[in-house]
C-alpha cells in the first residue's frame, strides 16, 4: 500500500481551520480517505473564491478559463476519492497537486479583473508538494517553476515580445511560493522527525508499560502463592500492597463496630493476648524504619484469634532513606498451641508418672523400715509395689505406642480384674469421699486378654474417681447376655457436654472441667481403651450429663466360658 506523509502535515492545517472530518489520528486513516483529506482544503477555498465571485461579478462566469479551473477543481476532488490510490504505484498521487497549479492558472486568469490575490491559492499545492515526504529538493524546485509559469504564460501569450519590465513584474510572486516551499520542506521535515521521535517513544513507552504490567501481574501472583500474610505500608502507615492471605488475616482484627478500622484500631494483642502497647505494633515499628524477625502477636478475640509471627523490613530508597515498609505475618497458631500442648503434656506426664512412682517408693520404704512385719504384710506392699511398678510400665508402654496394639486371648476371671481395679483406686476413691459398689457375679470366666482388659478398667476406674472430686457413688456392674460380656462403669461426678464427648476418644483430648480444675491426665486412657475393646471385636461407649455424672460401658461378643469356678 502506498504510504504518503503529506496528510499528517495537511491534517494539522485541516484541524486547525476546524474541518469535523479529523475525528482521529490522520495517519491511522486509509490512503484514499488521506488524499481526500489533503485535497479538500484547496476546494473548499476555490468554492468560497467561486461565491465571491458569483456575488461581486457573476458576469465572470462567462470566462472559459473561469470554468475550466472549477471544472478541472471539481474533478481533482472527485479523483481523489474515486482513484484507489492504495493500488497505485507510490508517489502517483501527486499528479492531483501538479494538476492544482493548472486550476490555479486558469482560476488567476478568468478572475484576475476581480479577485487579485487569487493566485495565492497556489500555497495549497506547493504546500501539498514540499510536505509529501517525497524528493524534497524537487518538490522545491517544481513549486517554484510552476509558480513562475502562472505568471510567465499570460505574459508570453499576450501579442507582440514581452518586455523585461512585464517579466520581472511578477517574479515577487514565484519568489514567495520558493520560499515558502522552503519552510514547508524544513517545517514538515522537523514535525516528520518529531512524530517518529513520539512514534517510536510512544512504542518504547508501551512496551515499557506491558514489561511493568506483567512484572506487576507476576508479583501479585507470587504475593498471593505464598501462605505468609504480605502488606507493604508507605512511610505514613498507609497500605500500599496486601496479598489474599494478609486479606483475611486482617479481618480477623477488625472491630465489630468499626466497618473501617485504622491499624491502630485493630484487634492486635501481645503474647498474653491481653494488651499491646500502639508503639509496639508490628506495622507502627516496622513505619519507625525498625527491622525485626519473628516477633509474635495475636489478632482476633475468641476461637478466630490466631498467632502470627511477623518479619519486617524497610524500603530504602537510593539516598538512603526509609520510604515505607514490608511486613510479613505468618500463622503460627497451630505451633504455638502444639508448644502449649507439649508443655501441658510433660507436665501430665510427669504427675501421672509421679503417682505409681510415690506408691512404689512408699511400700517399699514401709518393708526397709519396719524389718519385724509379718510375711503376709510384706507380702501385701510387694504386690501393690508391684502392680504400681506394672502400671509404671504400661505408661511407658501407652506413650511408646497408642496406633499398633495386639491381644492375647486366654481364660481369665473379669470379676477378679474388677476387684484389682477397684482395690488399686481406693486410696484415691478415699480421699475424694467416693464410695465404691461392685457388681457382677463370682467367677466371671471370659476369653480375652486379661493384661489388656485390666488396663481398661483401670482406665475406667481411675477416672471415674478423678472426675468425682467433690465425692458421689461409683458403680462397677459386669453380667452376660448370651456369650457376650457387658461392663459398665458409672459414676456420678463432673459429667461433661455433648462437645467433650464428641473428641473424648481423641489422643491427648483433656475435658474442660478437668484442665479447669487441675485434674491430672495426658489423655491417651480411653483412646488406648477403646482400642483394645474393639481389637476383641467389641465396642465403647459413653453417656454422661453435664454436673450428672458419667457411665462408660462396653460389649466383648462371644467371649464368655463360664459362670462356675475354674477346676
Not at 226 to 253: C, F
Not at 468 to 497: E, I, N, R, Y
Request: one cysteine or more; glycine letters at 6%.
Amino acid at each position: 500500500m502506498t504510504e504518503i506523509t503529506l496528510p499528517y502535515t495537511s491534517a494539522v492545517l485541516l484541524e486547525t481551520l476546524g474541518t469535523p472530518l479529523i475525528q482521529r489520528h490522520f495517519h491511522e486513516r486509509t490512503v484514499r480517505t488521506r488524499i481526500f483529506l489533503a485535497q479538500l482544503p484547496f476546494t473548499l477555498t476555490v468554492a468560497l473564491a467561486t461565491t465571491l465571485v458569483a456575488f461581486l461579478q457573476p458576469s465572470l462566469f462567462a470566462e472559459p478559463q473561469l470554468i475550466t479551473a472549477l471544472a478541472l477543481s471539481a474533478v481533482l476532488l472527485a479523483a481523489s476519492v474515486a482513484v484507489p490510490w492504495g493500488k497505485m504505484p507510490r508517489g502517483s498521487f501527486l499528479l492531483i497537486p501538479y494538476l492544482d497549479f493548472v486550476a490555479v492558472s486558469f482560476f488567476r486568469e478568468g478572475s484576475t479583473e476581480l479577485l487579485s490575490s487569487v493566485g495565492l491559492l497556489a500555497l495549497f499545492p506547493v504546500f501539498w508538494l514540499c510536505a509529501s515526504g517525497y524528493a524534497p529538493k524537487t518538490a522545491i524546485a517544481s513549486s517554484a517553476v510552476a509558480s513562475l509559469l502562472i505568471v510567465w504564460i499570460p505574459v508570453m501569450l499576450e501579442p507582440g515580445p514581452a518586455s523585461v519590465e512585464q517579466l520581472v513584474r511578477p517574479l515577487l510572486f514565484p519568489f514567495m511560493m520558493f520560499a515558502f516551499s522552503i519552510a514547508a520542506v524544513a517545517l514538515t521535515t522537523s514535525m516528520d522527525k518529531q512524530r517518529d521521535a513520539l512514534m517510536t517513544q510512544d512504542v518504547q513507552l508501551r512496551a515499557a508499560l506491558e514489561e511493568s504490567q506483567r512484572r506487576e501481574r507476576l508479583m501479585e501472583t507470587i504475593v498471593d502463592t505464598v501462605g505468609v500474610g504480605v502488606v507493604a505500608v508507605d512511610s505514613n502507615g498507609h497500605d500500599i500492597l496486601m496479598n489474599s492471605t494478609q486479606e483475611a488475616i486482617h479481618a480477623l482484627g477488625v472491630p465489630a463496630d468499626i466497618p473501617d478500622p485504622e491499624e491502630k484500631e485493630l484487634l492486635v494483642f501481645g503474647t498474653d493476648r491481653v494488651s499491646l502497647a500502639a508503639d509496639a505494633r508490628p506495622v507502627r515499628r516496622a513505619v519507625r524504619g525498625e527491622s525485626f524477625t519473628n516477633y509474635q502477636i495475636w489478632i482476633g478475640v475468641g476461637e478466630q484469634a490466631r498467632a502470627l509471627s511477623t518479619t519486617a523490613r524497610s524500603i530504602i530508597q537510593d539516598d538512603g532513606v526509609a520510604d515505607g515498609a514490608v511486613i510479613a505475618f505468618h500463622d503460627v497458631t497451630d505451633m504455638v498451641n502444639a508448644l502449649a500442648a507439649k508443655d501441658d503434656f510433660v507436665a501430665n506426664v510427669s504427675h501421672e508418672f509421679r503417682t505409681p512412682l510415690t506408691a512404689i517408693q512408699s511400700y517399699l520404704a514401709m518393708v526397709l523400715d519396719e524389718p519385724g512385719l509379718p510375711p503376709k504384710e510384706v507380702e501385701k506392699y510387694l504386690r501393690i509395689a508391684d502392680r504400681n511398678a506394672e502400671r509404671l510400665n504400661g505408661l511407658v508402654s501407652d506413650l511408646l505406642t497408642t496406633t499398633t496394639m495386639s491381644v492375647d486371648r486366654s481364660p481369665s476371671d473379669v470379676a477378679l480384674l474388677l476387684a484389682d481395679s477397684l482395690a488399686s483406686a481406693a486410696p484415691a476413691a478415699a480421699a475424694n469421699a467416693v464410695s465404691v459398689e461392685l457388681l457382677c457375679p463370682q467367677p466371671l470366666l471370659a476369653m480375652v486378654d486379661g493384661v489388656r482388659i485390666s488396663q481398661v478398667l483401670d482406665n475406667l476406674v481411675s477416672n471415674a474417681v478423678k472426675y468425682s472430686p467433690d465425692g458421689g457413688t461409683l458403680t462397677v456392674s459386669a453380667w452376660v447376655d448370651g456369650t457376650d460380656l457387658h461392663c459398665q462403669v458409672k459414676d456420678t461426678g463432673l459429667g461433661m457436654s455433648n462437645l467433650e464427648q464428641a473428641g473424648l476418644f481423641q489422643k491427648f483430648f483433656r475435658a474442660g472441667t478437668a484442665v479447669e480444675r487441675g485434674i491430672p491426665g495426658i489423655g491417651l486412657g480411653l483412646m488406648i481403651s477403646k482400642t483394645i475393646i474393639e481389637t476383641h471385636g467389641g465396642s465403647l461407649t459413653v453417656e454422661s450429663l453435664q454436673g450428672a455424672g458419667t457411665t462408660m460401658s462396653f460389649v466383648i461378643p462371644a467371649c464368655i466360658l463360664s459362670l462356675e469356678p475354674a477346676i
